[in-house]
């Protein structure tokens, strides 16, 4: 076991450490909220699950990771007692290793269930997913951005002060991921770095890096782009963006045209300059 995972575990299991909720929310899988709903009891387990997805990431195993968590929530629609929260966990977790791989009408349906009758955190844990899917597969706007913030606001009412800060970083990340879609990078650049620091364990963490350094490129700063291509080819291999990520290095690279970077991946935004 790494030594950043067992500091890690450590402050969870220390009895009323303020550090538990923030340790938690660094490495849980869809966004940090879910250091808040997993509950004490869950906690070691999911930053143990957290490390075996990122160690079966690098190894190319993660197959076997998924294909556990769909197991586990079709043992829940079947009837098993598995707790809502755990079930919620599950789709976060397999919701984000589905975008991580660009299988994003899969990543759709994780999320197809019902929301009427969550708590809030479970509402806004749903919610931040779902955004995550709209901001990918359609041309987000001002309302999708707006649904973000709201819904933004509304989660963090529910979190404790103390933790705010780690829950907010997360969903920076996303509100950064749909500005870059808007073709906002400059807007974009400062919330999806900030957002960055708590998605170091989340399979999803290459589309954040692809958008940032999309956002990079589009306003000039063409160092900054490769550096975090180059970060996205490793971030998970053999992944569509990872693929795309490492053709952008080359481009880079060569000093070739933008007009590969418009072509290659069309759910993309344009690579037009910012405006204004």
Same mark, same amino acid.
């Given at each position: 076991?790494?030594?950043?995972?067992?500091?890690?575990?450590? =402050?969870?299991? =220390?009895?009323?450490?303020? %550090?538990?909720?923030?340790? #938690?929310?660094?490495?849980?899988?869809?966004?940090?909220?879910?250091?808040?709903?997993?509950?004490?009891?869950?906690?070691?387990?999911?930053?143990?699950? *957290? !490390?075996?997805?990122?160690?079966? #990431? *690098?190894?190319?195993?993660h197959?076997?990771?998924?294909?556990?968590l769909?197991?586990?929530? %079709?043992?829940? +629609?079947?009837?098993?007692?598995?707790?809502?929260?755990?079930q919620?966990?599950?789709?976060?977790?397999?919701?984000?290793?589905?975008?991580?791989?660009?299988?994003?009408?899969?990543?759709?349906?994780?999320?197809?269930?019902?929301? *009427?009758?969550l708590?809030?955190?479970?509402?806004?844990?749903?919610?931040?997913?779902?955004?995550?899917?709209?901001?990918?597969?359609?041309?987000?706007?001002?309302?999708?951005?707006?649904?973000?913030?709201?819904?933004?606001?509304?989660?963090?009412?529910h979190?404790?002060?103390?933790?705010?800060?780690?829950? %907010?970083?997360?969903? !920076?990340?996303?509100?950064?991921?749909?500005?870059?879609?808007?073709?906002?990078?400059?807007?974009?650049?400062?919330?999806?770095?900030r957002?960055?620091?708590?998605?170091?364990?989340?399979?999803?963490?290459?589309?954040?890096?692809?958008?940032?350094a999309? %956002?990079?490129?589009? #306003?000039?700063?063409?160092?900054? *782009?490769?550096?975090?291509?180059?970060?996205?080819?490793?971030?998970?291999?053999?992944?569509?963006?990872?693929?795309?990520?490492? +053709?952008?290095?080359?481009?880079?690279?060569?000093?070739?045209?933008?007009? =590969?970077?418009?072509?290659?991946?069309?759910?993309?935004?344009?690579?037009?300059?910012?405006?204004?």
């Open positions: 076991m790494s030594r950043d995972l067992l500091l890690l575990l450590g =402050l969870v299991v =220390l009895p009323g450490c303020a %550090a538990e909720f923030t340790a #938690i929310a660094a490495v849980v899988f869809s966004m940090s909220l879910g250091a808040w709903l997993v509950g004490r009891g869950h906690q070691r387990r999911a930053l143990l699950e *957290a !490390a075996a997805l990122r160690r079966a #990431i *690098a190894t190319g195993r197959r076997q990771i998924e294909q556990h769909r197991q586990e929530l %079709a043992l829940a +629609a079947a009837g098993e007692a598995v707790s809502v929260e755990r919620w966990l599950a789709r976060a977790q397999l919701g984000g290793l589905l975008v991580a791989e660009w299988r994003l009408d899969e990543a759709r349906e994780v999320y197809a269930s019902t929301t *009427a009758k708590s809030p955190h479970l509402q806004a844990l749903a919610a931040f997913g779902r955004h995550e899917l709209d901001v990918l597969t359609r041309e987000p706007d001002a309302v999708i951005l707006g649904c973000i913030r709201g819904d933004r606001d509304a989660c963090l009412r979190i404790p002060e103390p933790y705010q800060p780690t829950v %907010a970083c997360t969903w !920076a990340a996303l509100e950064g991921l749909c500005l870059a879609r808007m073709g906002r990078p400059r807007e974009a650049v400062p919330l999806l770095e957002g960055l620091e708590c998605l170091g364990f989340n399979p999803a963490r290459v589309v954040y890096l692809f958008h940032l999309q %956002a990079h490129e589009q #306003i000039g700063d063409r160092a900054l *782009a490769a550096s975090r291509y180059e970060q996205a080819m490793h971030a998970f291999p053999g992944t569509r963006l990872a693929s795309e990520a490492r +053709a952008r290095c080359h481009a880079l690279d060569t000093g070739r045209s933008d007009e =590969l970077f418009r072509g290659m991946l069309p759910e993309a935004p344009l690579a037009a300059r910012e405006r204004g």
